[in-house]
Structures are given as C-alpha cells and as structure tokens.
C-alpha cells in the first residue's frame, strides 16, 4: 500500500506531463497505477474511469480522486488532487503574472487577439464533436435547439436552463417502460 | 466579499457540470462576463487558452480569472472552489457505486442536460466570435483552428501557440 507522499509524488507527475486531453491522460494513468505500480486491478481501474465521468468536474481529475480515495481514504483523494493540480497551478498563476504585467504592449495584444480567434474556432470544433456524438435524436435534437435559443436569444440564467433539461429528460426517458 | 462570492460561483459551477472543461463554460461565461462584469469577452477568451496551453484540465483556466479578479489569494481560493466539488462527489459516489450505477434517473436526467449543453455552447462560441473575429486575419485564424481541430488530430496546444505567432504577424 503506497504512503500518501508516494501517491502525492505520482499524481504530481503524471499532472506535469497531463498534456493532450482527457484520452492519452488515461492510459498515462493505466501504465503508471495499473501496469507499473499495480496499485490498482484493471477492474478497479475501469470502475474510476467511469465513475470519474458520471460525476461532476473534470472526469480525468475524478478518476485521481477515486484513485486516492480508494488507496487511502479521503486523504488520498486530497494527496491525489493537490499532485495533479499543482503543475498547471503553478503554470497558470505564472502566465497570470506575465499576462497582467504586458497587456499593454502591443505586440502581446496581437498575440493575444489571434490567440482569441484560434479559442473561438477551437469551441466551435467541440460543438460540432458533442453534436455528432450527443445529437443524434430529434428529441435531442430540441435539448439542444432549446439551449441554444433560450441562453442566444433570451439570455436565460444557464443553471436554470440545466436543471430545466435535466427535468425534461427525466420526463422524456425516466418514468415510463 | 468578492473571495467568497468567487468561490461560491465556482463551487456551483462545477457541481452543476458533468464532463468538465468546455460544459462548464457557458456557466463561467454568464456569471463573470454577462452578472459580474468581473471580465471582458477578450479576457475570457484569454484565460480559457490559458487553461488550454497549460497541462491538466481546462478548470484551472478558474485560476487565471482568480488571479486577474482578486490577485494570488483568488487564485487559490478559485482552484479551491473548482475541485472542492469533485472530491465531496467523487469520494460518495465511490462509497455508494452500486446504487448510482445504471439508474434509470440519473441516466435519463443526464439525457436530458448533455445535448442541451451542445447549444448552450454554440450561443457562447458566438457570442465570444462577436469580439474576436473582427477582420479578415482574425477570421481566417478562427476558421483555419476550426478546421485543423474539426479534421486532424493536433495538440490543441500547438493550435494556441500557431494562433498567438500568426497574431503577431498578420496583426
């Protein structure tokens, strides 16, 4: 059974290296626990994966709670969260630093202007992506058309428009068999 | 005031988003752009390539604003609020998975909110087009990361670092 600074150090690292989205980090996460430290069977493994998707926040991260959690209790969550977040933290509140001091300068304002532009084509890319794999009924078709309007045209508050969805597809798909 | 409201916000965002990352921005783009005025729309776009170009989830782009609203100590308290959520949730559902798994509530529920989030994203991705694609440069930089994202298989990093060199050229 690995000590909470063991299991610190390994989410530490695999958090350093966490580039690439939520698919190569999970068999990152495979080789490191499953093959090479056999902290976890491949059963388990499947099991936090899955659990790390069906619960709120980023599914990746969630699997590292479940990982810790299940080697250590709630401190091994904890020790497995702070790991994994410590890089991009420390990475972030540096670019925050340099961002605050040069947003300014022209030349950081173009690349900040371009950079922009690459986000916007980058959330429409993820729209077309969820819309392939998400929308492929007519009723999801009107969660989605539904969203859209509501929150474009008429400014909906979005937790409200959550809930609302969330409330329809219960209607839609839960009670009845 | 504002530490406690920031992470008020950022608790019930994440609680509220299943998937992380790109679900949640709708949410973050309402409360700190549209409520607060805490942000412009250039600046979320700012901390959300921040959160990209940076290993780990896009949830720590909630460090950036952090800092840019409140300085160091709203960048701990908003990663704080962002994965707080995560591990209350995480450690109960681990407990109890049997029960959670395959209910036909929760399962019809979340038929319910995924699609519904893909249109709430598209109003935000336009609504953010609205402030970035303002000439034919900043146009052709979103539609060509589009398409590089949409039909290859690149690190969405190098697509913000190619973007940010392209805006110090053509701009």
Redesign the interface.
Known sequence: MPSLRQIFMVFLKM???????VYSMLSFFQRELVDKRKWLSQEEFT?GVA????????????TG??VG??LKG?KG??AA?AG??L???L???G???V??EFKDVP?FG??????????????????????KQ??RSRA??L???????L??LL?A???A??A???????F????S? | MMLLQLFGVLFMVNLFTIGGGYVMLPLLHDYFVTQFHWLTNQEFLDAVAMGQVTPGPLTIMNAFIGYKVLGFPGAVVATIGSYLPSIFVVTYVTKYYLKFKGSRVVDSVFKGIKPAVVGMLAAVAINLGGTSMVNPATVSIAVGSFALMTFTKIDPTLVILGSGVAGAVLL
């Open positions: 958090g350093a290296f966490a580039f690439g989205g099991e659990i790390g998707q069906m619960t709120p926040g980023p599914p990746i991260i969630n709670i479940y959690y299940h709630p969550a904890l969260t994994q977040v890089p991009g933290f990475l972030v509140l670019l925050a630093y961002y605050k030349l173009m690349v900040l202007k371009g950079i922009g532009a690459a986000v916007v084509g980058l959330l429409a890319s993820v729209v077309i992506k969820m819309g998400l929308v999801a078709a969660f989605a058309g539904g969203g859209f309007v929150l474009y400014k508050n979005p937790i428009l959550i609302l969805s969330g409330a329809g597809g219960y839609l798909y839960g009670r068999k």
